[in-house]
């Protein structure tokens, strides 16, 4: 079965030096093939799925807990790894510093 809602994990980081501030603007890691951005067209690559992607639709029917790798997901890209910043669409920090 489908439900009718379907809920989103979103990775965000900011430059603000306190992350608590209101006026902090926060930059959202777009994915290849996660939805994100309404106006964006869809990625169609049936029958495969890319996989980080895949895997962060699942994450989102359960806690970091028992999805322990977001964790390690979070500080690579916190660290600017360029590996794993090659599975993102997008780097909301490319050639400044990181979040």
Known sequence: SITKERTEVILQ????LDPNDP??????YDFKCK????KRRPCFISPYHYRLDWLMWFAAFQTYEQNEWI????????AQEEE???LMATNPFAGRAPP
Do not use: Q, R
């Open 13 to 16: 980081g900011t430059s603000s």
């Open 71 to 78: 964790i390690h997901l979070a500080g690579k890209l916190l």
């Open 23 to 28: 006026a902090a603007v926060w930059e959202e």
């Open 84 to 86: 794993t910043l090659s």
């Open 35 to 38: 939805p994100g951005d309404l």
